[in-house]
C-alpha cells in the first residue's frame, strides 16, 4: 500500500494492487469473523437458547441456501429427512448444519455426489452427511475438528478455508449436548 501511495516500483500500477489489496483484506476479514465465531462458540457462559423446534426444517433450509452453489458445481444431492421436533438452539445448529454443506460442497469432486439422510434408528434420531471425495486417512480424522487445521492432502489453496468450520462444529454440538462422529 504504501508503494501504491509512494508511486514506486511494480506498485506504480495502482489499479492492479488496488484490486489484490481488496483480495487479501476480504479474506482477513473472514478469518477474523471466523475467529470470532470460535471464540463465541467455545465460551463456556454462552448459553444455548433452547426453543422447540423442527429439525427438518431447519436442515431442509440450510441445504436449500447452498442448492445454487451444488448445483453449480454439477453435484448430485440426495436426501432423506424425516420430520423431527426437538427442543434445542436453533441458530447453533444452523452453524453446523452451514459448515458441513459448505464443506460437502467445497470438497466433492464435480459430478460426485452428497447424500444427507436425517432419520429414526436404533440410536435415535441421527443426521449423517455423505459426499464422493478423497478418503481422509485415519489417523487424520480427528484433527480435522482442531482449530486452524486444513488437511493439505485433498485441499488445495484455492479450496483451503480456515480451518475453523469443523471446530465450530465441535463445540456448537458440545454445547448441545449432542454425540458426533
Keep these: 500500500v504504501e508503494g501504491m501511495i509512494d508511486g514506486v516500483g511494480k506498485y506504480k500500477d495502482r489499479d492492479t494492487y488496488l484490486g489484490e489489496c481488496k483480495r487479501l483484506i476480504d479474506s482477513f476479514a473472514l478469518l477474523v469473523g471466523e475467529i470470532i465465531n470460535a471464540s463465541k462458540y467455545s465460551d463456556a457462559e454462552l448459553e444455548p437458547l433452547l426453543l422447540p423446534m423442527q429439525l427438518d426444517e431447519v436442515l431442509s433450509e440450510q441445504i ?3 442448492r445454487g452453489l451444488i448445483e453449480a ?3 448430485e444431492l440426495q436426501c432423506q429427512i424425516e420430520k423431527k421436533q ?3 438452539d436453533c441458530q447453533l445448529l444452523k452453524r453446523v448444519f452451514s459448515n458441513i454443506l459448505s464443506n460437502a460442497q467445497k470438497y466433492t469432486e464435480s459430478g460426485g455426489n452428497i447424500f ?3 432419520s429414526q434408528n436404533n440410536d435415535g434420531y441421527t443426521v449423517s452427511f455423505e459426499n464422493t471425495c478423497k478418503a481422509i486417512p485415519e489417523e487424520k ?6 482449530p486452524f487445521y486444513t ?3 485433498s485441499r488445495s489453496r484455492k479450496k483451503s478455508g480456515t480451518g475453523l468450520g469443523l471446530y465450530i462444529v465441535r463445540q456448537s454440538l ?3 449436548d449432542i454425540p458426533f462422529k
Design 151 to 153: 488437511g493439505e492432502y
Design 116 to 118: 444427507i439422510n436425517a
Design 86 to 88: 426437538i427442543v434445542s
Design 73 to 75: 458445481r454439477n453435484l
Design 64 to 66: 436449500e441456501s447452498y
Design 141 to 146: 480424522v480427528a484433527k480435522l475438528f482442531e
Design 174 to 176: 458440545q454445547k448441545l
